[in-house]
């Protein structure tokens, strides 16, 4: 790991003083959902009319920000997310954020070696150890990167968030500039929606397919947080964790006693993560809870460490698929709604992982102005993003049914889907596969 050296001792400024550092052109990063500040966010907000093109990059915005509702037409500050919240995602529709495409994994490596250097980099803390040390509580990702190439670093103390153990999870002292005094806000919640009928129908089948022993990857969302509750009903036992996000149906395995992690190779007997996304009783699970591991996103999120666990066991969520198996996860159209994530790394890391396996899931169908349509399609919409290729696709599950296309031909694929499909749209679907000439006339298997 490596150190960043100040130029001076670090100060302690006022929160005004520390956004009067900020320049017009600077590029400045506010880092990762837990991590983002607030009260240095407000002291520049309040600065709106003297600065001009200040770019700020961040990641799953959690509470409303100051540069944004102080400036809503974007004329003097520009913000750029590389995975939207439901915050971004309403400010993207009206023109405040832009997204930067990515593989989650591989943004350390983005700040290292292509992207310029910071100018000012602040970060949300926990107050300083023993040892001199700024704990980034439970959201790791690439802030070590980003201090290493800020030209100021800045942290924003605060007594509401987790400490957590990990590696890589913390910035020392000498590395500071600044210090400024937070507002010692809780930290912010993630609420988890009851999981619906057909999350649990889902998710039923993808538990099944789940034994003692296995390494999970959890995505985002209710039905792979669905799966966690099934699994809790199946009794299977043993499990390991090496996932992105440590969600609220991981710690409930985990306080269950489901989770023991010896079967991993790596990291045996902790779970392994990059960040945590959830509720009160999470966050007070992982403060200073050594069971549990944070690690950068480099980390956690490479195929080539992933596949070092075996049987790992991937589950994430897409809104959309085509008859031949391309996941469109993160647009609808040409409007972005989340991020790439770690969908794809960990995807193609289960499946390199010794009898690994990975689950795309959806609901078989969803309803737009009042129309109910299908996700599985002739054609994915106009403008949709292909998050995982069809070649990288191995188990696809809906509330009908479960089936594998790694191996299969394109007319293969579609009937297989098509099978999964809801059986309101299947006759649509096959007639279209024909048509395009998608499954031959007269193919049979």
């Not at 969908?343 to 499946?351: I, T």
């Not at 990975?358 to 054609?379: A, N, P, Q, W, Y």
């Not at 279209?432 to 499954?439: G, K, M, V």
Request: with cysteine; net charge neutral.
């Amino acid at each position: 790991m490596k150190k960043r050296v100040a130029r001076a001792p670090a100060k302690r400024i006022s929160a005004v003083e520390a956004a009067a550092l900020v320049k017009s052109g600077d590029w400045l990063d506010y880092g990762t959902s837990l991590c983002q500040p607030d009260v240095f966010d407000t002291a520049l907000g309040n600065r709106v009319d003297e600065l001009r093109n200040i770019k700020i990059r961040s990641c799953l915005t959690m509470r409303p920000r100051a540069v944004i509702d102080k400036d809503p037409h974007s004329e003097h500050f520009h913000t750029f997310s590389w995975h939207f919240s439901g915050y971004d995602r309403k400010k993207h529709d009206a023109g405040n954020v832009g997204y930067s495409p990515l593989n989650l994994g591989e943004v350390p490596d983005y700040y290292r070696r292509f992207l310029a250097p910071v100018d000012v980099a602040i970060f949300k803390v926990c107050p300083m150890d023993k040892d001199g040390n700024f704990n980034f509580s439970a959201s790791n990702l690439w802030h070590r990167a980003v201090i290493e190439r800020a030209k100021i670093v800045i942290v924003e103390v605060t007594e509401g968030n987790p400490c957590v153990h990990g590696t890589g999870c913390s910035v020392h002292v000498s590395e500071v500039d600044y210090i400024i005094d937070g507002d010692n806000q809780r930290a912010v919640e993630l609420p988890n929606p009851p999981p619906t009928d057909i999350d649990r129908a889902v998710a039923r089948q993808i538990a099944a397919e789940i034994d003692d022993g296995d390494c999970l990857q959890i995505g985002i969302g209710g039905m792979p947080n669905a799966v966690c509750l099934s699994l809790l009903e199946s009794g299977v036992k043993n499990l390991g964790v090496h996932t992105e996000m440590m969600t609220d149906g991981i710690m409930a395995l985990y306080k269950n006693g489901r989770v023991t992690g010896r079967a991993k190779k790596i990291d045996t007997g902790k779970l392994t993560y990059t960040f945590a996304l959830g509720s009160r009783e999470l966050y007070d699970t992982l403060h200073n809870n050594s069971d549990f591991d944070c690690w950068p996103v480099d980390y956690t999120n490479a195929p080539n460490v992933i596949m070092q666990n075996d049987r790992v066991v991937s589950i994430n969520n897409t809104t959309q698929m085509d008859l031949q198996g391309q996941a469109a996860s993160e647009t609808d159209g040409h409007r972005h709604i989340s991020g790439t994530g770690g969908q794809l790394q960990f995807v193609r890391g289960a499946y390199a992982s010794k009898n690994g396996k990975s689950f795309i899931c959806m609901s078989s169908t969803f309803d737009k102005k009042g129309e109910r349509r299908s996700r599985i399609v002739l054609d994915l919409t106009k403008g949709n993003i292909v998050t995982t290729p069809r070649s990288d696709i191995m188990y696809v599950v809906t509330e009908f049914g479960m089936v594998c296309l790694k191996g299969k031909s394109v007319p293969e694929r579609a009937l297989a889907l098509i099978s999964i499909a809801h059986p309101d749209f299947r006759e649509g679907l096959e007639r279209q596969a024909y048509e395009h000439r998608i499954i031959p006339r007269h193919f049979t298997f």
